[in-house]
């Protein structure tokens, strides 16, 4: 398989800030994209200065990673909201109380998740156990390590081949359908396949085309 990193860290679905200076909920909305470290703190501070009154400097520190947000006022944070960027700002999902800085417990992440994983419903029902259980559906068929950085290639072999058995097209009627399936796996007519992250969500690669190849091998009976 050859996958581009194509797609965005930040998306529609992880890209809001909502903060509230005394006056009411204000939101930052952080433009869908891959950002550099001096990037994001640039486009962190041009959003909450846009959306409020006071104005912020953000900084993300080189030895410990976590960033912080400060204010020439004071404010309070609210990553409850949906589609906050908490995660990968390094915040906990939570309401942070009114002051003139705040800093994440955690580390920043501006490349997203650090695995993929393929689904497929149709290859997956011929499982002869090869696939792994991530807690996203029993129909990963494998999952891929993020060793790059965007714009550059993922590619990713399984150490293991997937191995699926299906029957061949006999013209079964219903009944013998379901008896030889059972013995000989299923006729495979489709193959669907998406990429989703840690979360099910499926990545949008932006454009760009992925490389999959599927060896076909017939055994007679």
Known sequence: MILPFSYYAFTANNNIITFDEGG?????????????????????????????????????????????????????????????????????????????????????????????????????????????????????????????DPNEIILSQTAVPVMIQYAQDRHFTDAQSVNENSKFGRTLRDIDISIIDDTGLVMDLNGRNIIIEIDVVSFDD
């Open 24 to 148: 009411g909920a204000l939101t930052a909305t952080i433009n869908p994209g891959n950002y550099t470290r001096a990037e994001i703190e640039t486009e962190i501070k041009t959003r909450m200065d846009t959306a409020g009154a006071d104005t912020y400097t953000v900084n993300i520190s080189q030895n410990t990673y976590l960033l912080t947000i400060t204010s020439t006022g004071t404010f309070s944070l609210d990553f409850t909201v949906a589609n906050s960027a908490n995660d990968l700002l390094g915040f906990g999902a939570a309401v942070f109380a009114t002051a003139a800085s705040h800093t994440g417990a955690n580390a920043v992440n501006l490349t997203g998740p650090l695995s993929l994983f393929i689904r497929s419903n149709e290859l997956s029902g011929g499982s002869r156990g090869r696939f792994i259980n991530v807690g996203i559906g029993s129909n990963i068929i494998f999952e891929i390590t993020v060793d790059k």
